[in-house]
């Protein structure tokens, strides 16, 4: 009995021991990058306020007349002839264009789902014609292990330049059962390095999922926010030096929040926004956690006081400082989908475009509006794409100067207003 206990001990000290080990590199700041650009110009020269280039292009126009910013533009990612898709993700390429992911099948987490890919003309409005990635026999293939089912590909761009995506693939059970795989492109998707499986654990090594865009650190390594649904739901933070985890810091605790979203506001301080998962009776809002160390710890937060039904949720920084969220902004049901805007000087956030809203519809007639994802190409744009009632993936687009209006139409209200506004919000 005694030898049991002592390796009962071993392996917590293993487990232990692999999250926080000293001689890991040393822990570096987020980096002031994230999103790249395509412009030559300086930040700081950039929008000292919207409505402050506004009055400036007006005044250029030396009394001409102003027409309206152009309207957000929307179509449809490529139709594969699946019955079902979902989880569709976004990477800007280095000629301008925009690479989509999604995967797609008879159903979520059948044998025959694959994960797509196109890419998006930004000069002629047009799609490529899809692609497959990966499917589940060449994941098994490239694991060397049995792959029931796979999902959630999220891309990121690597110091070096190169694209990496992220997928979930199952060998056991449900999503609970889920792990990490990972490749790596050196020509902007169009082939594929043979997949791995990030090591997030010595030992069973399950129950780590992605969903949203990663962020980048100083030092050119990948912080990658997952979350774990296996004996316990909570945010995970991956620190990771190519295909290999490096450090796992835990981003939230229970059994109430994943899929979290993370805002770096400087190179040490962060806001990650969740996805809630709480029983009846809780709030039904936005989790918060906030990390004023580059990610090293984690501290839970006020709530965001917006609804959340237990849904996934987008975030985005723009260039002028603007936050971005895309979400189901109600307490049940996926019916209603917004674009939402806090600036750098008001603080809160106002509902800035009504995406999809079925509210009125009978409840066996309201579809799904679900999983968005945010991406900007030059960070004062912004591209969405989201699942339409698991038949379609819906693409917008957010031209710059419509943004800038928003943003500059903003109100900015005292502390005690917040809470009829957030009302409002709904």
């Known amino acids: 009995m005694s030898r049991v ?14 999250i926080h080990i000293d001689s890991r590199p040393v822990w570096a700041p987020f980096s002031s990058g994230e999103v790249e650009l395509t412009e030559a110009e300086d930040a700081s020269q950039e929008i000292g306020s919207s409505a402050k280039l506004l009055n400036t292009v007006a005044s250029k126009a030396k009394g001409s007349i102003q027409t309206a910013p152009p309207s957000p533009r929307a179509d449809w990612l490529p139709d594969t002839g699946a019955l079902s898709v979902h989880a569709a ?31 998006f003309d ?19 293939k490239g694991l060397s292990r049995y792959i029931a089912k ?16 992220f997928f979930v693939t199952v060998s056991i059970g449900g999503w609970a059962g889920s792990s990490i795989s990972t490749m790596i492109s050196e020509d902007e998707g169009l082939s594929w390095s ?8 010595p030992l069973i090594n399950l129950s780590t999922l992605v969903k949203s865009p990663a962020v980048l650190f100083a030092d050119g390594r990948l912080g990658l926010p997952s979350y774990h649904e296996w004996i316990g739901r909570f945010g995970e933070f991956l620190r990771l030096d190519g295909v290999r985890v490096i450090d796992k810091r835990r981003m939230s605790s ?17 806001t990650a926004y969740f996805r809630q998962t709480r029983g009846a009776g809780l709030p039904k809002q936005i989790p ?41 902004n109600i307490e049940a049901g996926r019916h209603r989908l917004v674009l939402m805007m806090s600036n750098s000087q008001s603080g809160q956030w106002h509902v800035i475009e009504t995406l999809e809203n079925d509210e009125s519809a009978p409840d066996q007639e309201r579809k799904e509006f679900s999983y968005p994802y945010l991406m900007s190409v030059n960070g004062k744009d912004v591209h969405l794409v989201y699942t339409w009632d698991r038949k379609r993936i819906r693409h917008i687009y957010f031209p710059d100067n419509w943004l800038v209006r928003a943003n500059s139409q903003l109100p900015i209200q005292r502390d005690s207003e917040v809470g009829a ?6």
Not at 92 to 119: M, Q, S, Y
Not at 150 to 165: E, I, S, T
Not at 291 to 319: E, K, M
């Open 5 to 18: 206990i002592a390796l009962c001990f071993l392996l917590l000290a293993a487990v232990v021991g692999f």
């Open 89 to 119: 993700s976004l990477i800007a390429l280095r000629d301008g264009g925009v690479r989509a992911f999604w995967f797609a099948g008879t159903r979520e987490g059948a044998p025959d789902v694959v994960i797509n890919t196109a890419v």
């Open 122 to 140: 930004t000069k002629s409005n047009h799609w490529s014609t899809p692609a497959v990635v990966i499917d589940r026999v060449g994941a098994e």
């Open 150 to 165: 796979l999902g959630n590909p999220v891309p990121a761009r690597m110091a070096d330049g190169r694209m990496q995506l």
């Open 194 to 201: 043979r997949p791995q499986r990030l090591i997030t654990s």
């Open 254 to 270: 229970g059994r109430s929040a994943i899929q979290p979203v993370v805002f770096v506001n400087s190179a040490q301080d962060a």
């Open 288 to 328: 918060v956690s906030q990390s004023q160390n580059a990610g090293q710890t984690w501290q839970a937060a006020t709530d965001l006081n917006i609804p959340n039904p237990n849904s996934a949720l987008a975030g985005l920084t723009l260039r002028n400082g603007a936050h971005i969220l895309a979400l189901n």
């Open 421 to 426: 506004d957030m009302k409002g919000a709904q």
